[in-house]
């Protein structure tokens, strides 16, 4: 099973505090015995220490590069070394994700929230003018028609004005009544007559 650059990492610190001399990066490798398909793979991994945790070990850059343990190096492998902090950083990325995925929800909702809330917004402006005019115009109606029963005299005629002349009417139709009740009894009277 193949090693992940952070074992290989933790290796090399503690092939270091092992041997206390100063290490090539081509040296490691063959005393590592070939940790990755390549030198260059090595190298890459060894770069990669320098720039995560260069003061947990001594480095020297010149033609070549040197490695060699540091007062730090037992302590950071006790730590959990490399494989640790390569652990904690993938936890952090994670929840960095996590965080990152909550926050663009919480921003989706608030934009979803805020369209909604403008829709009624515009809803209520456009709807309030329609039933605030529809109000106006019935208030001015009311008050037109209460003024117009309080200051304009009305053509209706009363219950006083009414009585007289319903009783002159029922008198000219009592009256009809019997002129007919005569004209009948003339006509029966005469239709007898001439009948016998």
Do not use: C
């Not at 540091?70 to 994670?94: H, M, P, V, W």
């Not at 909702?109 to 515009?122: A, G």
């Amino acid at each position: 099973m193949e090693k992940s650059n952070a074992e290989i990492k933790d290796d090399i610190l503690q092939f270091l505090v092992n041997n206390i001399s100063a290490w090539t990066v081509d040296t490691l490798y063959t005393k590592l015995q070939n940790p990755t398909p390549t030198v260059a793979h090595f190298e890459k991994i060894v770069k990669e220490m320098i720039s995560d945790g260069g003061q947990y070990f001594n480095y020297t850059e010149g033609e070549e590069l040197y490695l060699r343990q540091n007062d730090f190096t037992q302590e950071f492998l006790n730590n959990g070394g490399f494989t640790k902090a390569s652990k904690i950083a993938a936890a952090n990325t994670a929840a960095t994700v996590i965080e990152l995925q909550e926050e663009k929800e919480a921003k989706r909702v608030t934009r979803e929230k805020d369209r909604e809330q403008l829709t009624i917004v515009k809803w209520q402006k456009n709807t309030f003018w329609i039933v605030f005019v529809l109000g106006l115009v019935g208030g001015v109606y009311s008050l037109y028609k209460i003024s117009q029963a309080i200051f304009i005299p009305s053509n209706n005629v009363t219950e006083e004005q009414l009585n007289p002349k319903i009783d002159s009417i029922q008198n000219r139709l009592e009256r009809l009544e019997k002129d007919l009740k005569q004209v009948d009894r003339l006509k029966s009277i005469d239709s007898a007559q001439t009948t016998k």
